[in-house]
């Protein structure tokens, strides 16, 4: 790495072709730093948990599991019948290994981006919205308006919006990520 995340993570997602997650990155670090700014949360370190935190797509799918395996990452149920789940923690560890993050709360972001976690910090809650709002699925997302509402209350109304669309949705998913569970319990009992 040269020191310049950006550029660093851009370079090695287009040169194992993951040109779409880089464009991806781009947007979730423009919307984290917009949202740190607004929300008083460190702007460096949601840009750099931001532009990482799908660092791990260039780890196929189907090698995931040995691969989280492999960097000795304990795998939950969950995550073993759907390893594509594990990519917000294997870039994590990438974001450690390849590209020298020592930051606790940077990696901590990383590492929960897809499923949130209770007791996330303002910098998780940041990374998690952002990844929502500049999702890297065509249209608008359908929550889109009610989460960005919900900003003007506080990151964690914010954030609930998305797990209570998903909470609604949970029989329609392939997994509930333990994580995403107690998450929205969490900032629901705080209602």
Same mark, same amino acid.
Not at 140 to 153: F, M, S, W
């Given at each position: 790495p040269t020191g310049d995340v950006a550029d660093d993570a851009r370079r090695l997602l287009a040169r194992h072709g993951c040109s779409a997650t880089a464009a991806h990155s781009e947007a979730v670090a423009?919307?984290?730093? /917009?949202?740190?700014?607004?929300?008083? =949360?460190? =702007?460096?370190? +949601?840009?750099?948990?931001?532009?990482?935190?799908? =660092?791990?797509?260039?780890?196929?799918?189907?090698? /995931?599991?040995?691969?989280? /395996?492999a960097l000795g990452i304990e795998v939950l149920p969950e995550e073993a019948a759907l390893p594509m789940i594990l990519h917000q923690r294997l870039s994590a560890v990438l974001a450690r290994r390849a590209f020298g993050v020592r930051d606790e709360a940077i990696l901590s972001a990383i590492g929960c981006h897809t499923t949130l976690r209770p007791g996330a910090s303002p910098l998780g809650h940041v990374v998690f919205l952002a990844d929502k709002i500049a999702w890297d699925q065509p249209g608008?997302?359908?929550? /889109?308006?009610?989460?960005?509402? +919900?900003?003007?209350?506080s990151l964690e109304a914010a954030s609930l919006v998305y797990l209570t669309y998903l909470w609604e949705r949970r029989e329609t998913l392939r997994v509930v990520h333990p994580w995403l569970r107690a998450a929205y319990e969490d900032l629901s009992a705080g209602r």
């Open positions: 423009e919307e984290a730093r /917009r949202l740190a700014a607004a929300h008083a =949360v460190p =702007v460096h370190a +949601a840009e750099t948990a931001a532009w990482l935190h799908d =660092v791990s797509a260039i780890i196929p799918n189907g090698e /995931r599991l040995g691969a989280a /395996r608008e997302p359908p929550y /889109r308006a009610d989460l960005i509402g +919900a900003l003007d209350e």
